[in-house]
């Protein structure tokens, strides 16, 4: 049995006109993160973790922002076509642990709903997702409200 660790990060400012998506839901917010695609920080961190540990590389290399198909997608697209990839590669998912960074809004109630929407999209049991907020007590960018950081970690488990 082989195992692989992957780690991924992610993080966008927040603006004015856009929904906030996270965790593969919208999240009630008077301000949306800033990206080329709907900007859900805590999908890309977790699709860099994955692709990581697969060794499929990055979101940039499977889904750069230069292709302008890529241009306002919903990042459960990008979620699932990496859970395919990792698939492919050989691997099933053991667990994927999320920590999305963030002063505002208040994110405890939004997060089984993320746990179950993200499960679903890679096609596993929720036991298998872990979603987790914390915010910085007011320091730094994050913690003036400017933008949302995530960081994911995974395991997967593959086949001799």
Do not use: Y
């Amino acid at each position: 049995m082989r195992l692989r660790i992957g780690h991924g990060f992610d993080a966008h400012k927040l603006v004015a006109g856009r929904p906030l998506m996270l965790g593969g839901i919208e999240v009630p917010h008077s301000r949306g993160l800033e990206g080329h695609s709907d900007g859900d920080c805590a999908l890309h961190a977790a699709c860099d973790a994955l692709l990581g540990a697969a060794g499929e590389g990055d979101m940039g290399r499977h889904f750069p922002s230069r292709d302008s198909r890529w241009h306002g997608v919903a990042s459960r697209v990008f979620l699932g076509e990496t859970a395919r990839l990792v698939r492919a590669a050989g691997f099933t998912l053991g667990n994927l642990d999320i920590t999305l960074i963030a002063q505002e809004p208040v994110l405890a109630p939004h997060l089984e709903p993320m746990r179950a929407t993200i499960a679903q999209v890679l096609e596993v049991g929720p036991e298998a997702v872990s979603v987790k907020a914390k915010s910085t007590d007011h320091l730094g960018a994050l913690g003036r409200g400017e933008g949302i950081a995530a960081l994911a970690t995974v395991l997967l488990v593959g086949g001799e």
